[in-house]
């Protein structure tokens, strides 16, 4: 794509004196105190204000607090560095990513400081004079104008496209009682490049008369050069698109998405000849990718599935033929069903040490055990990604 255009400059970048800056850093204790509470009036106001932007937020995420959790630590976080944003650079360009795979554009940015302003404002009244709202504005508009540089070099330069595209649903494939695959193609009939493995879609769905809603899905396949990409949908008791997934989606419905995106991705500049996997549920389906890309690179493999039950198993004549595919010598599966008392154990993910590539994906438990044991092996090279919200 073209890198000759320039992201919108909505932001002078001003830096902050030293003075300014420790007035600000002052107030960051407080921040951490009342941040939740801070950015959970601020969405509320959005959301009443600025209806439009509902789109881009999953509202579920909302009711539980995990958004403004990850906002409050955001900013929390940019406080206390303000005077060297090194440290939290990577945190920076997940935010960044993420805004991208939800086509979020720059004009969006002033809203979010209307609202945050209104928030601060509620939460701490009088406390906060109109220095401090000079100062704030100030150091927003620099992490502003930083972001916005950043989505507009990533659209441009990491994107197939920018924006949202219209793709048709040309396939549903049951994979197991409560997961259904999706082939989707350019309704344009642009010829879609591949994905890198591991990547994921930003899908815009519109059910009935219900205002359009987000949600992203990994790419759950590699790129068969029939034009299509593969999303594979687990279906949640009362979920909203899930459900419609799952029960009322037909071939021929078209949905909007962006281009693949993420962070999580093969790592192929990797020198390690061996890979681990670990997949907990619907986490595998960017680990199909991820493993076939490795094994057609030439390197081995030891891949941990963990399920519920054996009739929620996605994926499972395919992770069960790769040994004959590829060989027991490069390729050793270990299947756990949780309902017949297998279960993931310590003594399991022991025989992982750091001279693999390790990728783990699966729900938040599940993950939070099995990088407890991997940091405890010495392992370095963890790959992983929380769904939801940039994770703090």
């Not at 789109?55 to 900013?75: D, E």
Request: proline share 5%; aromatic share 12%.
């Amino acid at each position: 794509m073209s890198t000759q255009l320039k992201a919108p400059q909505l932001y002078k970048i001003d830096p902050l004196t030293i003075e300014e800056i420790d007035f600000l850093k002052s107030l960051a204790p407080a921040v951490k105190e009342n941040g939740v509470t801070v950015t959970s009036t601020m969405y509320n106001h959005m959301f009443e204000t600025y209806p439009q932007v509902k789109p881009f937020f999953n509202m579920t995420n909302q009711h539980t607090k995990r958004q403004p959790k990850v906002l409050a630590f955001s900013l929390y976080a940019y406080l206390t560095h303000l005077d060297d944003l090194a440290p939290i650079a990577p945190f920076v360009h997940q935010i960044v990513v993420k805004h991208c795979g939800l086509a979020v554009e720059a004009n969006q940015y002033p809203v979010v400081e209307k609202c945050l302003t209104y928030a601060f404002n509620k939460v701490f009244g009088d406390a906060l004079d109109d220095h401090f709202y000079k100062v704030f504005s100030k150091a927003y508009g620099n992490l502003a104008q930083l972001l916005i540089d950043a989505e507009w070099a990533h659209y441009h330069t990491e994107m197939q496209w920018v924006g949202f595209k219209d793709v048709k649903v040309t396939k549903l494939e049951k994979e197991c009682e409560d997961v259904t695959s999706v082939y989707l193609t350019p309704v344009d009939g642009t010829q879609l490049k591949p994905a890198l493995p591991g990547q994921y879609l930003g899908l815009r769905w519109t059910v009935g008369d219900h205002p359009e809603v987000s949600r992203e899905y990994s790419i759950s396949d590699t790129f068969q050069n029939d034009n299509t990409f593969r999303i594979s949908v687990r279906l949640i008791p009362n979920g909203f698109i899930s459900t419609y997934v799952n029960e009322q989606l037909k071939v021929g419905d078209v949905i909007k998405t962006v281009a693949p995106v993420g962070n999580f991705i093969y790592k192929k500049d990797s020198p390690k000849e061996k890979v681990a996997l670990f997949a907990g549920g619907i986490g595998i389906t960017p680990l199909v990718s991820i493993a076939e890309t490795a094994l057609a690179d030439g390197k081995s493999i030891q891949f941990f599935y963990s399920n519920r039950k054996p009739t929620t198993i996605a994926f499972k004549s395919w992770f069960e033929d790769l040994q004959s595919r590829f060989g027991k010598d490069r390729v050793e599966l270990h299947s756990y069903v949780s309902s017949e008392g297998e279960k993931l154990k310590v003594k399991d993910i022991d025989s992982v040490d750091d001279s693999y590539e390790t990728y783990l994906l699966g729900p938040v438990e599940y993950m939070d055990f099995v990088k407890t044991e991997l940091d405890k092996n010495g392992v370095k090279n963890i790959n992983l990604e929380y769904f939801g919200p940039t994770n703090v």
